[in-house]
């Protein structure tokens, strides 16, 4: 390349940085729908395609990170094919739930919106630095995980309401995190990037929320 060829991605302005809000807000959007799509496909899909589905969708992940400085092209097609596949990966589980307990489904996903509405904005607009808050959870996240294995072995009382809980504080923070980051980015090769950490935390959050509202007392 010379050193007067014009780079794919060009960093935004700061009189443009509030338009990013927008596009990477429409690459939510656009991949959540995408999600349906895949989750539509893989409705009658047993469950090992859908741990396929989960491998491909982060295969996907790791390279957008590697393609955003790149092609923009490429990245929006990994974080659509993204989306695709994590629908297909999650057929299964909201299939289930859709069948049982439909009401349920209603609810998590309108108190899903409410959750990120609600913790987004705070992290929007906070002018507290929440990168350390951010390390904290992270870690908090692979105990979280750990903690999920552990409950597969061995039955703790309550675990699964336990498990739910710690994660929506979890990704309460990491919602309000993702949100500042899109605040302060001024550079608009992270949107597409940004765009698939909300639209994780909006997934995580809701299939949290289904597990609470889809429990039988």
Same mark, same amino acid.
């Given at each position: 390349?010379?050193?007067?060829?014009?780079?794919?991605?060009?960093?935004?302005?700061?009189?443009?940085?509030?338009?990013?809000?927008?596009?990477?807000?429409?690459?939510?959007?656009?991949?959540?729908?995408?999600?349906?799509?895949?989750?539509?496909?893989?409705?009658?899909?047993?469950?090992?395609?859908?741990?396929?589905?989960?491998?491909?969708?982060?295969?996907?992940?790791?390279?957008?990170?590697?393609?955003?400085?790149?092609?923009? *092209? $490429? +990245?929006?097609?990994?974080?659509?094919?993204?989306?695709?596949?994590?629908?297909?990966? #999650? !057929? /299964?589980? @909201?299939?289930?739930?859709?069948?049982?307990?439909?009401?349920?489904?209603?609810?998590?996903?309108?108190?899903?919106?409410?959750?990120?509405?609600?913790?987004?904005?705070?992290?929007?607009?906070?002018?507290?630095?929440?990168?350390?808050?951010?390390?904290?959870?992270?870690?908090?996240?692979?105990?979280?995980?750990?903690?999920?294995?552990?409950?597969?072995?061995?039955?703790?009382?309550?675990?699964?309401?336990?498990?739910?809980?710690?994660?929506?504080?979890?990704?309460? *923070? $990491? +919602?309000?995190?993702?949100?500042?980051?899109?605040?302060?980015?001024?550079?608009?090769? #992270? !949107? /597409?990037? @940004?765009?698939?950490?909300?639209?994780?935390?909006?997934?995580?959050?809701?299939?949290?929320?289904?597990?609470?509202?889809?429990?039988?007392?």
């Amino acid at each position: 390349m010379s050193s007067n060829s014009v780079p794919l991605w060009a960093p935004i302005t700061r009189d443009q940085a509030g338009t990013l809000l927008g596009q990477t807000m429409g690459l939510v959007a656009a991949t959540t729908g995408l999600f349906a799509v895949g989750a539509y496909l893989g409705r009658n899909l047993a469950s090992p395609w859908g741990w396929l589905g989960f491998i491909a969708a982060f295969a996907c992940l790791i390279a957008m990170n590697a393609a955003a400085q790149r092609s923009q *092209g $490429l +990245t929006l097609t990994l974080l659509f094919g993204f989306g695709v596949l994590i629908g297909v990966a #999650t !057929a /299964p589980t @909201l299939s289930y739930y859709a069948s049982a307990d439909p009401q349920a489904v209603w609810q998590a996903g309108a108190a899903t919106a409410l959750f990120i509405a609600g913790f987004g904005a705070a992290g929007y607009a906070t002018r507290r630095d929440l990168s350390a808050l951010a390390r904290v959870l992270f870690w908090a996240l692979i105990g979280l995980i750990i903690f999920g294995i552990v409950t597969i072995f061995i039955q703790i009382p309550g675990g699964a309401v336990i498990y739910a809980i710690l994660g929506l504080v979890i990704f309460a *923070g $990491l +919602t309000a995190y993702d949100f500042q980051r899109l605040r302060r980015s001024q550079d608009i090769r #992270t !949107a /597409p990037l @940004l765009a698939a950490s909300i639209f994780l935390d909006i997934l995580n959050v809701f299939l949290l929320l289904l597990s609470l509202f889809g429990r039988d007392d």
